[in-house]
T-cell receptor
């Protein structure tokens, strides 16, 4: 079964509003989670590294004030897309590292965001 | 920075073997992964291999690693229509919290 759960799987929001995506590690603690973004027919691009109890580390070109990441507990990281625009429409996916299985990285199911 | 390259498309007949190739540039890559993504779905971990291994077999899947040439391949035996998907190669180093670096994905089409 899934070890990383992501919610919601699909969300539609209006331009200018904010939307929150949750990423939960099930049955294990994840001090670090990663957030990726995937545009249609393209590969996954790392947006940021989410660190429990501290600020996220953002990749170059990713606006930290627009994509707010909070990793308040060892099993939950959230990505909030603020003041969403249609160009933010994308597939967002999180991952967490399961140390006990040889550092395997598992992904959530992903969240399809459509901004209208 | 690190780079992972894959061919974009592969078409095979049902029942044949599929071989998806991947090359990477990071010589410190420690873990190499294959993920499968079906249309509209997230990523499914298929298999992974450590850099100190040459081969790993898991049912219909065989992963071959040539560390000298930084070449990774995924062989799917007896390919089925349900195997049609995008396959991503990814690598990461050994440092505790390094993220994955992905290739662009290979779209596998299985012809009945």
């Amino acid at each position: 079964g899934a070890v990383v759960s992501q919610h919601p799987s699909r969300v539609i929001c209006k331009s200018g509003t904010s939307v929150k995506i949750e990423c939960r590690s099930l049955d294990f603690q994840a001090t670090t989670m990663f957030w990726y973004r995937q545009f249609p027919k393209q590969s996954l691009m790392l947006m940021a590294t989410s660190n429990e109890g501290s600020k996220a580390t953002y990749e170059q070109g990713v606006e930290k004030d627009k994509f707010l990441i909070n990793h308040a507990s060892l099993t939950l990281s959230t990505l909030t897309v603020t003041s969403a625009h249609p160009e933010d429409s994308s597939f967002y996916i999180c991952s967490a590292r399961l140390v006990i299985s040889g550092n395997t990285i598992y992904f959530g199911e992903g969240s399809w965001l459509t901004v209208v | 920075g690190e780079d992972v390259e894959q061919s974009l498309f592969l078409s095979v007949r049902e029942g044949d073997s599929s071989v998806i190739n991947c090359t990477y540039t990071d010589s410190s890559s420690t873990y190499l992964y294959w993920y499968k993504q079906e249309p509209g779905a997230g990523l499914q971990l298929l298999t992974y291999i450590f850099s100190n291994m040459d081969m790993k077999q898991d049912q219909r899947l065989t992963v071959l690693l040539n560390k000298k040439d930084k070449h990774l391949s995924l062989r799917i035996a007896d390919t089925q229509t349900g195997d049609s998907a995008i396959y991503f190669c990814a690598e990461r180093g050994d440092s505790g919290n390094t993220p994955l670096v992905f290739g662009k994905g290979t779209r596998l089409s299985v012809i009945a």
